[in-house]
């Protein structure tokens, strides 16, 4: 079965950085989704960014410019990398895997909705302070 684990979260002031990573062990040769998603409390899971096995990528509109979702498939890691962050972006950060989703007018296609994502790891805490 896939395994999911996630690093890098931590605290840092409004405007900083952080890198989060992912290792991934148990997946097969083949076409798939990734995806970084967050968590607040009390409020819903959503979609951070996705990317797909040709590097295809698709990111929330709260994070475009910011964030840059990249992976390295010979170590079977994803990566997030967080610039000029926000105190709305405090959260719990999840990876995920999937597979490509379908629709009759996009086609084959990783999308935002975690409904999505079979495969989850436990998440890394992201505090970004004012």
């Known amino acids: 079965q896939v395994q999911l684990v996630e690093s890098g979260g931590g605290s840092v002031q409004s405007g900083g950085s952080l890198r989060l990573s992912c290792a991934a062990a148990g997946y097969a040769y083949g076409n798939y989704c990734m995806g970084w998603f967050r968590q607040a409390p009390g409020k819903e899971r959503e979609?951070?960014?996705?990317?797909d096995s040709d590097s295809s990528t698709t990111y929330a509109d709260t994070v475009k410019g910011r964030f840059t979702i990249s992976q390295d498939k010979a170590k079977n890691t994803l990566f997030l990398q967080m610039n000029s962050l926000k105190p709305e972006d405090t959260a719990q950060y999840y990876c995920a895997a999937g597979h490509l989703s379908y629709s009759a007018s996009a086609g084959y296609y990783c999308?935002?909705?975690?409904?999505g994502f079979a495969y989850?790891?436990?998440g890394t805490q992201v505090t970004v302070s004012s």
């Open 47 to 51: 979609g951070v960014a996705v990317i």
């Open 120 to 122: 989850w790891g436990q």
């Open 111 to 115: 999308h935002l909705a975690a409904s």
